[in-house]
């Protein structure tokens, strides 16, 4: 406990993750307690604060704004991200063996172990547009690398950084970082030469992860149904489905209150 309060006391989502892994860890010295002597499990004994909500939401405007500061690898990506409604690993470490004529197959790599769900995604007009400009870049990029592994020569990645390599989480989250920063700055110029007060806390709080549930509520307001939204999201079930769609719901009450009865009346 005072490890995770010490080094992460400002970091609650950090600090839930790390006492997870010390639970897995303290989980196998019980399981194997006649080497290690541990007989219970420390973690099962310490409750932590939950962290706050993340407080990310993508819109148009946001969309859009992304969309002009970042690089055109960065804008393919949030592209694609959008239009096949899947988390920003499986278009990182989108395939060629993944396209087929007319559609795209997707196989979640974090269900993959699981429920093994999958999905194919019908090709676009403009998906075949982002698909083909990153062919023609990974085309480019791949001159600059003087070794490609055997795996990647026969089944290529579709994003490459700009030394030729496939982009890590890292890399990619540092791109989307840049840009993000470059979009507030440029949002609160606006609105100083306006004279609204700043807007820019929005974009600044922004993830990859929020391009998912925004895509998703498009799909819910262009009028498909959840159980057509948890196909597409490749789901397991469609609770799982409304928790992305309640990010983006306008939550408000249409019922109306009149004065409660006098007594007597």
Known sequence: LRFL?????????????????????????????????????????????QPPKRKGRMNASVYWALHEALPEIGRLFLGLCYASRQRPTEIRLLRESALRTDRIRFEP????????EYVEIVRSPWINTM??????????????????????????????????????TFGLNTVWRRARERAAKEEARRALEAGRNDASAALLSVTTRDIRPFSLSQMERDGYSVEAIREAAAHTSVGMTEQYLNQ??????????????????
Do not use: M
């Not at 790599?109 to 093994?116: D, Y």
């Open 248 to 265: 983006h719901r306008e939550r408000f009450s249409v019922a109306v209150l009149t004065p409660p009865a006098k007594p007597g009346t």
């Open 131 to 168: 698909l083909e400009r990153l062919r023609e870049l990974r085309a480019e990029r791949l001159t600059r690398r003087k070794v490609i592994a055997l795996d990647q020569q026969r089944d290529p990645f579709l994003l490459l950084s700009k030394d030729g390599t496939p982009f890590t």
């Open 5 to 49: 309060n010490n080094k992460f006391a400002a970091r609650r989502t950090a600090r839930q993750a790390y006492k997870a892994r010390l639970s897995t860890f303290f989980s196998w010295c019980v399981l194997n307690s006649r080497l290690t002597g541990v007989k219970v499990n420390q973690c099962q004994a310490i409750r932590l604060p």
């Open 109 to 116: 790599t974090k269900t993959r172990k699981s429920s093994a």
